[in-house]
């Protein structure tokens, strides 16, 4: 059995996965998703680094890198696809573009009940500013990003103008978020199939809290108001 892991360089996730693989005799094909090449009317429909994707048990997503916006909905497109040719997708590519759009995410988790801090999303870096004179103290971040990277805390007048001024000469969207004080710690926490697999508090030494930027990650035991509360039975 053979199955696609789409991550970047070799990374303990990576490895990690493709032992795990290994022990129960499956082969791990680990390929970027920037070296996806699909055909329409020739097969094979889906190659990555000389691996034909179309026949294997499994897509593992491990990570989308950055690009731009076509190279970013192609490789969708691709995960698009495959589900649609009957390969499984893991994240399918649906969650995957929920999960990544921070607004997106943020909003559906508003309308689903979901305490979110409060949010501006606009493209008027007069308004970003008016923004900022309301809040005071604010999180920029990119509406497409992960690890923490290009997230910029601004509670001083002249950095917000200059961060905003710098967003506007590149043609972003302005993704504000109100600071909220958190004990340099937050709490991520997987879940599957509305189970709670595992849970892990992020401790820093900073406002971020990102692994990627030098949190310390510990185990904790999601008890308590952390675990979700089971779903009504049907009547």
């Not at 988790?109 to 999303?121: A, F, N, Q, S, Y």
């Not at 008027?124 to 990119?142: C, I, N, Y």
Request: charged letters at 20%.
């Amino acid at each position: 059995m053979r199955v696609c892991i789409v991550g970047g360089a070799d990374t303990w996730h990576n490895r990690a996965l493709t032992a795990a693989f290994a022990r129960r005799e499956v082969t791990a094909h680990v390929v970027p998703a920037s070296s996806f090449r699909a055909r329409v009317g020739e097969l094979p429909a889906v190659v990555a680094r000389d691996v034909t994707i179309d026949d294997v048990a499994l897509v593992l997503v491990r990570s989308i890198p950055v690009g731009s916006l076509e190279q970013i909905i192609f490789r969708l497109d691709v995960l698009h696809i495959l589900q649609t040719m009957g390969v499984p997708v893991v994240n399918p590519p649906r969650s995957i573009e929920r999960a990544v759009d921070k607004y997106l995410a943020s909003k559906l988790m508003e309308l689903d009940g979901i305490p979110t801090p409060r949010t501006c999303i606009t493209e008027s870096m007069d308004e970003a500013t008016e923004q900022f004179r309301a809040w005071g103290d604010l999180v920029v971040k990119p509406l497409f990003g992960s690890q923490g990277i290009g997230m910029v805390r601004v509670s001083d007048p002249d950095v917000a103008h200059r961060t905003f001024r710098a967003l506007e000469m590149g043609r972003y969207v302005y993704y504000l978020q109100e600071y909220i004080p958190h004990g340099t710690e937050d709490i991520r926490t997987f879940v599957v199939d509305g189970r709670v697999m595992a849970t892990m508090k992020r401790c820093g030494s900073s406002w971020k809290t990102n692994v990627a930027q030098g949190a310390r990650p510990v185990p904790v035991d999601p008890t308590g108001g952390l675990r979700p509360s089971p779903a009504p039975a049907a009547a």
